[in-house]
């Protein structure tokens, strides 16, 4: 049976005149005991121990229990604390030192210290409370919360360290200086809760935690959503993010699990992975990043399935010696390009849709830089469906481009290879090699360019075989300058311009068309350069500027420089 006991500044039969001697009846007789406690202000330190519960009978907030320093309620034991404001400084305001402690209906106060604190093997509960300015403390324990409000926190709202296990739950973080909740070294389970102006990650999962989270609203956060750094694991599910930095971070070997959220207006990225961090994304959105949607860079290595990006500037970037793998990707309206691949970066792309983006692929670097494309359509792209710079090695597989000004080109020293794709309504061209790069294509077709079905440039090299060029305003091949290769099994069909434009050191190999070939007029070679030898000149031992010399000159005057110098 409970003992009760009733607390009253004002006096009355049978009551205490603070809480502390209700504390020290109750322990004397060693029983489970309800301590009543009238509306007041009580400045006292509590230390509670055995099966207590505090309740203000007056309702939430009637009893206020202060001190000026110092804690003001030392838990020991099972002990529970209905309705009552607990405000203290420069301390842990409320300690779980062993046992168990629920507080429910009350608000916390630590100014300049931890609200609560939860310490090795106890297990503490927050119900329906309110806990402002002090961080709460799970190290080593175990916690649930549920239905609470943390504000204004100096540091970190909530952080589970050490080992301890916390589930928190349709609660709302706001305002606080560092992260909303911290899990290291812990774990965590966040369901449901709202998080907003955290100084950092309003997330952060480090020091190989697991962080688990579902069914969260995150805005107006200075850093990231959610962070997985240090080898840390879990999971985010069903979450919205609007105005974060970044929408989601991985770094430093963690490697979560994300599906099905929503990143809205990031300021730079939506999804960023780097430093060796992995991750599967599955079936996100993000739409209006200010900078890249999806980011991989220094080492990143993310999964990227059924993602949907829209109105942002870039879609998929992977530079920096990154990774990636990238399956059913829709990009659609973006100011940038859909796809960049660049710095010894390597990236597989697959089921991927882009339209009106100025750039489909883009790709650039040395010859580490390789982006391989399967089974993708560019539609309405205003510039270049594919485009291979550098050293970098392309490979495309049933790519279709439609619209734009060129479907796929390879320029300076890049390799683009070419298999059972399509160009479709070019305003310049199909495809084209220029500079030094190697363009091969098998079952390449193009229909109606407005210029070139094909065309090779520079000192490019093209190696075209069973492909097709259909009604192509210009030429179905044009090949110009020192560009070589050969032309092999191909078909140009249409009644516009010419079949080929041959320069000569390109083999035509079963060439199909009802078209003319014409051979271009090769260019004069260039005159070698002048090179005339001195062999009664001055010799110099030393560098020498600013010098005028003639030979067979009688008359030679002597001039001065402004600085004095002769000449």
Not at 4 to 10: A, K
Not at 255 to 281: E, K, L, W, Y
Not at 527 to 540: A, E, M, R, S, Y
């Amino acid at each position: 049976m409970v003992a009760r006991y009733v607390v009253s500044p004002r006096g009355g039969r049978r009551t205490y005149p603070d809480i502390t001697s209700a504390l020290t009846a109750a322990a004397g007789r060693g029983r489970a005991a309800l301590i009543e406690i009238a509306p007041g202000h009580y400045e006292e330190a509590l230390t509670v121990r055995g099966d207590v519960q505090l309740a203000a009978s007056g309702g939430p907030g009637s009893v206020v229990v202060s001190r000026p320093r110092g804690a003001v309620l030392d838990a020991f034991g099972a002990v529970r604390v209905h309705g009552l404001v607990l405000t203290g400084r420069d301390a842990d305001v409320v300690g779980c030192h062993a046992g168990t402690l629920t507080l429910e209906h009350s608000e916390i106060r630590a100014h300049n210290g931890v609200c609560v604190h939860a310490r090795p093997h106890t297990s503490v509960t927050l119900r329906d409370s309110v806990v402002l300015y002090g961080r709460t403390l799970f190290a080593g324990s175990e916690g649930l919360v549920e239905r609470c409000r943390f504000t204004d926190a100096a540091d970190n709202a909530v952080a589970v360290i050490e080992g301890a296990r916390v589930a928190v739950r349709d609660s709302r973080i706001e305002g606080s200086r560092i992260h909303g909740v911290r899990v290291s070294d812990a774990r965590a389970q966040v369901t449901g809760c709202g998080l907003t102006g955290t100084g950092k990650a309003a997330l952060m999962a480090d020091t190989r935690a697991e962080l688990t989270v579902a069914g969260c609203a995150v805005d107006a956060v200075h850093a990231e959503a959610v962070m997985f750094i240090e080898q840390s694991r879990g999971s985010v599910d069903g979450t919205r993010v609007t105005d974060a930095e970044h929408g989601i971070g991985v770094a430093s070997g963690a490697d979560p699990v994300v599906r099905g959220c929503v990143f809205t207006a990031c300021r730079d990225t939506g999804i960023n992975v780097q430093t060796s961090g992995r991750g599967r994304f599955e079936d996100c959105e993000v739409v209006e990043a200010g900078n890249v949607a999806v980011f991989s860079t220094k080492g990143g290595a993310p999964e990227v399935h059924g993602c949907r990006i829209s109105r942002g500037n870039v879609g998929i970037a992977v530079t920096e010696a990154a990774r990636g793998t990238f399956t059913r990707i829709g990009i659609e309206d973006l100011t940038g390009t859909a796809l960049r691949v660049y710095d010894a970066s390597r990236a597989v792309f697959a089921q991927v849709r882009a339209e009106r983006c100025p750039t489909g692929l883009e790709t650039q670097g040395n010859g580490g830089t390789t982006a391989e494309v399967t089974d993708a359509a560019f539609h309405d792209i205003d510039m270049v469906a594919v485009a291979a710079l550098g050293q970098s090695r392309v490979t495309l597989k049933d790519v279709a481009a439609r619209g734009g000004l060129l479907g796929f080109g390879a320029g300076e020293e890049a390799q683009l290879i070419v298999r059972d794709c399509g160009v479709t309504g070019p305003s310049a061209g199909g495809a084209i090699g220029f500079g030094k790069a190697r363009l091969v294509a098998r079952n390449l077709t193009v229909t109606g360019s407005e210029a070139f079905g094909l065309c090779g440039k520079d000192s490019a090299y093209l190696d075209v075989a069973h492909s097709e060029f259909v009604d192509c305003a210009a030429a179905g091949a044009s090949f110009d300058d020192d560009c070589g290769g050969r032309l092999v099994d191909c078909a140009v069909d249409g009644t516009r311009g010419v079949a080929v434009q041959d320069n000569g050191r390109v083999d035509l190999v079963s060439l199909r068309t009802s078209l003319p070939v014409v051979q271009q007029t090769a260019k004069p070679a260039a005159p070698p350069p002048t090179i005339i030898n001195h062999f009664h000149g001055p010799v110099f031992h030393a560098a020498v500027h600013g010098a005028h010399f003639a030979w067979n000159n009688t008359d030679v005057s002597q001039q001065t420089n402004e600085g004095g110098s002769r000449t």
